[in-house]
């Protein structure tokens, strides 16, 4: 059974940094895409940072040269958001699947952005000004 489970969230002030982990168990596939997603209250779940097993990765516009994606050989993701906005404000979510995609699409538009076989439960990260 695969299971996700991150941790790293909290509340900032802007301009801060906080590092979000998402451990991944079970994962039974040689390859895989690994996709932090964000979903604030009122708004749409969308895609932040996705990661494809080659180490392509493809960004969120919106946080180029702030977040970055990477992975350890301990089958952990990470998320490291740096120069935090308000708008950054969301419940974080990663999540893990075998099917082939196009990572810049996970990124810029709507497309696909549930159908993921295996999510996190999500953690908090609020940013005040």
């Known amino acids: 059974q695969v299971q996700l489970v991150e941790s790293g969230g909290g509340s900032v002030q802007a301009g801060g940094s906080l590092r979000l982990s998402c451990a991944i168990s079970?994962?039974?596939?040689?390859?895989?895409?690994m996709a932090w997603f964000r979903q604030a209250p009122g708004k749409e779940r969308e895609g932040v940072a996705v990661?494809?097993?080659?180490?392509?990765t493809a960004y969120r516009e919106s946080v180029k040269g702030r977040f970055t994606i990477s992975r350890d050989s301990a089958k952990t993701l990470y998320l490291k958001m740096n120069s935090l906005k308000p708008e950054d404000t969301a419940m974080y979510y990663c999540?893990?699947?075998?099917?082939?995609?196009?990572?810049?699409?996970?990124?810029?538009?709507?497309?696909?952005?549930?159908?993921?076989?295996?999510w996190g439960q999500g953690t908090q990260v609020t940013v005040s000004s």
């Open positions: 999540a893990v699947d075998h099917r082939p995609r196009e990572i810049e699409r996970v990124v810029s538009t709507r497309e696909g952005r549930f159908d993921w076989y295996h």
């Open positions: 079970g994962y039974p596939h040689i390859s895989a895409y």
């Open positions: 990661m494809y097993t080659d180490g392509s």
